[in-house]
């Protein structure tokens, strides 16, 4: 720890510059490390714009294929309720069954 000086107390009651040095870590004239400005160039422009256009298009898929899968649920839930009324019917109604599920489009 650094010990206060008598110089830098009257430094700092006459509010005289401090004499000490100025650090060497980070010169005053450099440049910063990143240019944060919002600017595109025209490169990074149309790159965003395929991005976007991108995201829309896979959006798009997930959204056909969610609908898929919603009707595939639907069919095979319709699947399963004709297969448990051919299983309950009576074997001489069985053929009635059947001729039903092949009429509503199942089979």
């Not at 298009?57 to 004709?82: N, Q, T």
């Amino acid at each position: 720890m650094d010990a206060v000086t008598q110089q830098d107390m009257r430094v700092a009651l006459t509010g005289a510059p401090s004499p000490r040095r100025r650090s060497t870590l980070v010169p005053e004239n450099s440049s910063p490390a990143w240019d944060w400005s919002a600017e595109l160039s025209e490169a990074e422009r149309a790159e965003l714009v395929e991005l976007r256009r991108t995201v829309a298009d896979l959006r798009a898929d997930a959204d056909d294929a969610r609908s898929e899968a919603a009707r595939s649920r639907r069919d095979a839930e319709d699947l399963r309720a004709g297969m448990r009324q051919l299983v309950a019917a009576r074997p001489w109604r069985r053929r009635r069954v059947f001729d039903e599920i092949r009429r509503s489009g199942l089979l």
